[in-house]
């Protein structure tokens, strides 16, 4: 029960990923971002990512901030539209794009 800030991947009903997602507006924050060793490379951090960026979309954020030092974040991090600053830990930011609202779509009693 960590839903909204922290997402599980579950594999054969074991927990073999996480991340923590820290709703904010307009950027939020993405950190803890982790795979289980055995795990790695079979596809759980990429559908963790995605995940992430559905629930920070659908939450009205703009992107997202997150920090890591791990060379193959780093590696495809570009390929995600994501943009790195510093060193030696980098700060990621990543735009989340969401759909445009349909002509007349409300939010909270607000016109779009």
């Known amino acids: 029960e960590v839903y909204p800030n922290w997402l599980v991947a579950e594999y054969r009903d074991e927990v073999v ?16 971002w982790a795979v289980r060793s055995d795990c790695q490379n079979h596809g759980f951090g990429i559908w963790l990512w995605r995940a992430a960026e559905r629930l920070l979309a659908n939450s009205g954020c703009d992107g997202f901030t997150g920090m890591t030092n791990n060379a193959q974040v780093l590696k495809h991090l570009p390929k995600q539209g994501g943009v790195i600053f510093g060193e030696p830990v980098r700060l990621i930011f990543k735009r989340v794009y969401r759909q445009k609202p349909q002509e007349g779509a409300h939010d909270n009693g607000r016109e779009r």
């Open 17 to 32: 990923g996480c991340i923590q997602v820290l709703i904010g507006k307009p950027l939020a924050h993405i950190g803890f």
